[in-house]
């Protein structure tokens, strides 16, 4: 079964205005990282934070992550149209090593 | 540096037959780990492999297995396929089974059975 949860399933917005979808997950992690699919194909890797980490910045990406309520968000600012893409989060569960993906939040930003 | 390689990238298979999909990681990566994603069920993680021995396997039934060789390129197969498995197939690689540094996924093959 998947770890995550994302909110919302889908998000649609006009380009220039911000982006923000959450994860929330069940049991403990070493880490948590954000991925972006692009039609059906492949996953690419967008920003990891630690558990021990509660904000990452990368580019226009803001991660945030409170461990005490088991969940995170990210932040995309002044959205383009190329970041039209599905986004997941991904927990590295501890005692597993075992990767476990969200739900997914479908984005589309028009332009 | 190349990228993951996934081959095939498409495949049609008929029920009962048998599949083997292809994942050559990044040079360097020993770690590799495959997801089946359907519109469904999302992406389920179904093994992984590292040093050529199974870590960590997911809850798939046994029809689905795989295996890892000495260069690190790693298959799976599916035997008696069903309709059901119909799925995208992606495979990701990593430097250490830790993932500290987050997954490089290849393209994916696209599964179809008929």
């Known amino acids: 079964s998947q770890q995550g949860e994302e909110d919302p399933q889908a998000l649609s917005i006009q380009e220039g205005e911000n982006a923000t979808m959450n994860c929330s997950y069940k049991?403990?992690?070493?880490?948590l990282q954000w991925y972006r699919q692009n039609s059906g194909r492949g996953l690419v890797h967008l920003i990891l934070?630690?558990?021990?980490?509660r904000e990452k910045h990368s580019g226009r990406l803001r991660v945030t992550l409170d461990t005490s309520k088991k969940s995170s968000s990210l932040l995309i600012t002044a959205s383009r149209a190329a970041d039209t893409a599905s986004y997941f989060c991904a927990t590295d569960e501890v005692g597993t090593d075992k990767l476990i993906f969200g739900t997914g939040t479908r984005l589309q930003v028009f332009p | 540096k190349a990228g993951v390689t996934q081959t095939p990238r498409y495949l049609i298979k008929t029920r009962g037959q048998q599949v083997t999909l292809s994942c050559s990681p990044i040079s360097g990566h020993r770690s590799v780990s495959w997801y089946q994603q359907t519109p469904g069920q999302g992406l389920q993680f179904l093994f992984e492999y590292f040093s050529e021995t199974q870590r960590n396997k997911g809850n798939f039934p046994g029809r689905f297995s795989g295996r890892q060789f000495s260069n690190s390129r790693s298959e799976m197969n599916v035997s008696t396929l069903e309709l059901g498995d119909s799925a995208l197939y992606l495979c990701a690689s990593s430097e250490n089974r830790l993932a500290n540094y987050g997954y490089t996924f290849g393209s994916g093959t696209r599964l179809t059975v008929v």
């Open positions: 049991t403990s992690i070493n880490n």
């Open positions: 934070i630690r558990s021990n980490e």
